[in-house]
């Protein structure tokens, strides 16, 4: 158990509709990145919060937006979604700003299908 | 752009056998190299990690080596086990970066 909690585990939606997927990040992590999994392109980090601020944005869709919470949470909210949007959408943690100070602690997922 | 380039897609080893995965990579300024290891259902969970001021790093059965002139590291699983059946993430990083380049992953099946 990696100490990050993902909800929901599976969702199930059609096109055109918007979906909110949560994250809570370990106890003491600061930071929040959003990574989007298929299996053609592998993992791709979508965003990254630090501390409630928006710290790094990668290949993000202008119809995604994501925050984090005074309480450390964050959100990733999907709108006017599309059948290619289908992915298992990944939330990970860790105590400081930079990957490259420690590792990043996975949730296991929001399978995210859309019909 | 795929900023790490990893191979094979899927690898099938007997147990006991040596599991080898390679990437590359063209940024030269990254200088953390983590893999992460992911079971079915899972979330990628960290292995092992190397910086560039070392050739070889190895942490029990699992060895990471990294060729800094052609811009190649490689995880080599030795004594390879059933348990071992994973998904293998190469990945890289700059100090002071916000974002880790994941490589597209590498399904490991050890047969017994």
Known sequence: ?115 | QQQVKQSPQSLIVQKGGISIINCAYENTAFDYFPWYQQFPGKGPALLIAIRPDVSEKKEGRFTISFNKSAKQFSLHIMDSQPGDSATYFCAASKTGANNLFFGTGTRLTVIP
């Open chain 1, 1 to 115: 158990d990696s100490g990050v909690t993902q909800t929901p585990k599976h969702l199930i939606t059609a096109t055109g509709q918007r979906v909110t997927l949560r994250c809570s990040p370990r106890s003491g992590d600061l930071s929040v990145y959003w990574y989007q999994q298929s299996l053609d392109q592998g993992l791709q980090f979508l965003i990254q919060y630090y501390n409630g601020e928006e710290r790094a944005k990668g290949n993000i869709l202008e119809r995604f937006s994501a925050q984090q919470f005074p309480d450390l949470h964050s959100e990733l909210n999907l709108s006017s979604l599309e059948l290619g949007d289908s992915a298992l959408y990944f939330c990970a943690s860790s105590v400081g700003e930079a990957t490259t100070t420690g590792e990043l602690f996975f949730g296991e997922g929001s399978r995210l299908t859309v019909l």
